[in-house]
């Protein structure tokens, strides 16, 4: 196992009726900014029951974030910061205003003038704004964790950023939320949680007994509760694993002591930039062609992945391996999701080689546990996923 520090200071209020409890969290004398996204959150009763909890606090509001959570968007709500001398930010949604409001934490004390630089420059936040969550859609994690992931339409960018200023003080994760929830939607959430643990996982033995195994357990259970979560939305033991799952998929724990893989991620997002593809989707699109091409540096992950979390008992390494990778694309396909680039697609011609030129002008010249991926990696992996 790998040298590690883990901290994680982000506070949980988990279960059925705790959005009330955001009274308690939010300090009394704080002016806060109440950020949302297209209007679910007015029409799921979500809204009401937020601002019944905020009612002795001073609070603006900016909806509108989009997903995929745009710059110029989030430039508009940086002046409503600065106007109204906010203090405290309130992101309720899902990934995308949970990290649009991440920027926000971040561009709210940034002293340079383009805040596009914390992206451009990865430049990381040792202290932001203080914020907190309400989660609406279990999928990205990033209700207790510290990265985000913004994108810009004007140069179809999507960039990473973070730093351990940006964890939020509190998340409420009441599972009730996902009733309304479309299911396209559902399908994304599990889809990115189940890669989020694959990311971490999928790289090569390091003695990482327990990281393994909770790897694998959040995978089984991820497996388990999808065709119900699917099914019935109400089924509130189905939402809590589901909803517990993915934040627990992307908090940091897992991925301690271990190596992480990541490019699934960093192909995922450019297919996002460029197509506007949804960001599960992209992962779902990238994986099996990334884990066929890296086959022979990840084979002993991938046969123990099929033994333990899909019961390959049969064959060589080789071929459990293979069956694995089968399996998974498999659970995509039942989830409704295409793992095609020409499934979502026409014109794709050329997507390889553009994200491979992007890859190589930002310097990304090794990703992967083995930071060995060049960019005609890249690029050779894309094409496979035509
Ligand atoms: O905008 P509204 O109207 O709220 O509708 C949203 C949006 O259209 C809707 N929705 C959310 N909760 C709902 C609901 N609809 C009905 N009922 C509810 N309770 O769902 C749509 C998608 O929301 P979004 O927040 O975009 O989805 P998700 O949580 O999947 O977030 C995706 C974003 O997170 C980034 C992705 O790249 C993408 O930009 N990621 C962030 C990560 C992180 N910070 O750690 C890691 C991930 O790998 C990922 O990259
Ligand atoms: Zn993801």
Same mark, same amino acid.
């Given at each position: ?48 029951? !937020?601002? &019944?909890?905020?009612? @002795?606090? $001073?609070?603006?509001?900016? /909806? =509108?974030?989009?997903?995929? *959570? #745009? ?77 985000? !992931?913004? &994108?810009?339409?004007? @140069?179809? $960018?999507?960039?990473?950023? /973070? =730093?351990?200023?940006?964890? *939020? #003080? ?217």
């Amino acid at each position: 196992m790998n040298n590690f520090e883990y901290k994680n200071p982000t506070k949980i209020i988990f279960g059925k009726d705790t959005i009330e409890k955001l009274t308690n969290e939010i300090p009394k004398n704080a002016k806060v900014l109440l950020l949302y996204g297209g209007g679910s959150i007015k029409k799921n009763g979500i809204y009401e029951q !937020v601002k &019944t909890a905020l009612k @002795t606090v $001073e609070v603006i509001e900016f /909806g =509108g974030i989009p997903a995929n *959570p #745009e710059y110029a968007v989030l430039m508009e709500a940086l002046n409503v910061i600065k106007n109204e001398n906010i203090t405290y930010l309130l992101a309720v949604g899902g990934g995308s205003v949970i990290d649009g409001t991440k920027f926000l934490s971040a561009a709210a004390v940034y002293d340079g003038d383009t805040p596009w630089d914390i992206l451009k420059n990865s430049i990381r936040t040792q202290k932001g704004m203080p914020f907190g969550t309400v989660l609406t859609l279990p999928a990205t994690g990033s209700e207790m964790n510290s990265g985000a !992931v913004i &994108t810009r339409k004007e @140069t179809k $960018e999507k960039l990473s950023m /973070g =730093g351990p200023g940006l964890f *939020p #003080e509190f998340s409420i994760l009441d599972p009730k939320v996902i009733t309304s929830i479309p299911e396209r939607q559902l399908a994304n959430g599990l889809t990115d949680a189940f890669t989020h643990v694959l990311e971490q996982y999928m790289t090569y033995p390091v003695g990482g007994l327990l990281q393994d195994r909770f790897a694998e357990s959040i995978l089984q259970t991820l497996i388990e509760i999808a065709p119900k979560v699917m099914e019935d939305p109400t089924d509130h033991e189905a939402a809590s694993n589901f909803m517990w799952s993915c934040t627990m998929a992307l908090n940091g724990l897992i991925q301690q002591g271990v190596p992480g893989d990541w490019a699934v991620h960093m192909m995922g997002h450019e297919l996002t930039a460029l197509f506007g593809i949804d960001h599960a989707r992209t992962l779902a699109i990238v994986m099996p062609s990334h884990y066929i091409y890296n086959f022979e540096a990840k084979k002993e992950k991938l046969a123990q992945y099929g033994e333990r979390v899909w019961n390959i008992t049969e064959g060589t390494q080789d071929e459990k391996a293979k069956a694995a990778i089968a399996k998974t694309e498999a659970f995509f396909h039942q989830l409704g999701i295409d793992t095609k680039l020409s499934e979502y697609i026409k014109d794709y011609e050329g997507t390889a080689q553009e994200i491979s030129k992007r890859f190589t002008n930002r310097g990304w010249t090794g990703i992967g546990e083995h930071k060995s991926l060049t960019p005609k990696d890249a690029e050779n992996i894309v094409k496979m996923a035509y």
